[in-house]
């Protein structure tokens, strides 16, 4: 088909192709946008934590007034709650993955260092933690029991007892020393200046916030400090698979039969505690979605509208065209081409848009420069969304008998 009469037409019609184009232009770009921020929140979402989460509950406790007797009764909650049917393992620590908690420590590889070599979040516990977290060990070791220090004693006034051992992730080990053995190695936290000897590395644990951005995600290590409830009140208990709804339960009622002087502020699995970690960022993705939608449609009932008004305008010199030879193949044709012209240079237009808006959400959100994979997926959306706008109006003109030629307009 020839292009000369397309664009001899669209030029007769150029302030209704201007704001056709506009408009898939305008779309292209915040489509593009929408799209890369949506992925980014999906992957977000779904990013690992290291830890066996489809087997771990939370439950957290609070006490009422001062308890003076914590240790002792938090040694016992951990018996009783190991003791339970279908309990692998429990333990009692600071703080937990997307509980918000914010224990966090500067981490120096000198103890005379003035700038921190990075920020990692602090969970303390004993012996059984990582192993009740789930924790894949790469390097190293565990915490063995003598290496275990008690939260209460080395917070005594006057006591300097340094922490002898840490675990940490791998992203933490390949910051702070990169490409080297980090088993052996001592970093310094805590304001600790004796520093820490590092026992073991695991894969992943991912911080209870987003302090530091994606990149400081798996910036965290465990300290063995065994602490009482009242220091952030974490009793985590990971179960056997398909028993975590029976064992929350029973680990709710034992805690409150073995200390009723206390409040359960909260009792979770791991996964509810995503999902209510990561509400905004669903709620936000599914807003970009709406948005993305409604624009879409505008664009189509747009390219509609236009495209039905052009065949009403256009019905004789159609009937004509039918009149001289022309198939219904041929004005469907006609009428799909002047679409993804006008379509082409709307996206076109609207990528140079997409680019400039993602710089200015760079400068002004710190926002990632988009992938450029995500302009031609929105060009491709387009440009399909083109075709079946145009595509009923495209075969009413298809269907005009060669007769109309022979009428009066």
């Not at 279908?86 to 509980?99: D, I, M, P, R, W």
């Not at 200390?259 to 807003?287: C, H, K, S």
Request: proline fraction near 5%; glycine fraction near 8%; charge should be positive.
């Amino acid at each position: 088909m020839e292009l000369r009469p397309i664009l001899s037409t669209l030029r007769r019609h150029k302030t209704a192709s201007a704001l056709i184009v506009l408009e898939i232009a305008l779309s292209c770009a915040i489509i593009c946008n929408a799209l890369f921020l949506i992925a980014g929140r999906l992957d977000r979402m779904q990013r690992p934590t290291g830890q066996a989460e489809n087997e771990l509950v939370r439950i957290q406790l609070t006490g009422i007034g001062t308890d003076e007797n914590a240790a002792a009764l938090t040694r016992s909650d951990l018996a009783v709650l190991r003791a339970l049917p279908g309990v692998k393992s429990a333990s009692v620590t600071n703080q937990v993955t997307f509980g918000g908690g914010s224990w966090n420590s500067s981490v120096n590889l000198t103890p005379d260092q003035t700038h921190q070599t990075l920020s990692s979040t602090v969970y303390l516990g004993d012996e059984r933690l990582p192993q009740t977290m789930g924790l894949k060990l790469v390097k190293g070791r565990f915490f063995n029991a003598d290496e275990m220090l008690d939260w209460d004693t080395i917070n005594k006034p006057g006591v300097e007892a340094g922490v002898p051992a840490a675990i940490i992730t791998t992203d933490m080990a390949e910051k702070l020393w990169p490409g080297e053995e980090p088993i052996g190695k001592t970093l310094y936290s805590w304001g600790d200046d004796k520093g820490s000897r590092v026992v073991g590395v695991v894969d992943k644990l991912a911080r209870p916030n987003n302090q530091g951005g994606p990149a400081a995600y798996n910036y965290s290590m465990i300290l063995p400090i065994w602490t009482p409830y009242t220091v952030g009140g974490n009793y985590l208990v990971r179960t056997e698979p398909g028993r975590r709804a029976e064992v929350l339960k029973a680990a709710v009622e034992a805690l409150q039969k073995n200390g009723p002087r206390r409040i359960v502020l909260n009792q979770q699995t791991m996964e509810e505690m995503r999902g209510d970690f990561y509400r905004q960022d669903r709620a936000m993705a599914w807003m970009l979605v709406i948005v993305c939608v409604a624009l879409l449609v505008v664009t189509a009932l747009g390219i509609v509208g236009l495209a039905s008004f052009w065949v009403q305008q256009r019905t004789k010199q159609i009937g004509v065209r039918r009149a001289l030879g022309a198939t219904r193949a041929q004005v469907l044709r006609y009428f799909q081409t002047e679409n993804f012209i006008l379509a082409t240079a709307g996206i076109v237009i609207g990528m140079l848009l997409a680019y400039g808006l993602n710089q200015l959400m760079m400068s002004k959100a710190e926002l990632p420069r988009l992938p450029a994979l995500y302009l031609p997926a929105g060009a491709v959306v387009l440009w399909v969304l083109g075709q079946l706008s145009v595509l009923g109006p495209a075969r009413r003109a298809a269907a005009v008998p060669p007769a109309v030629a022979t009428r009066s307009v």
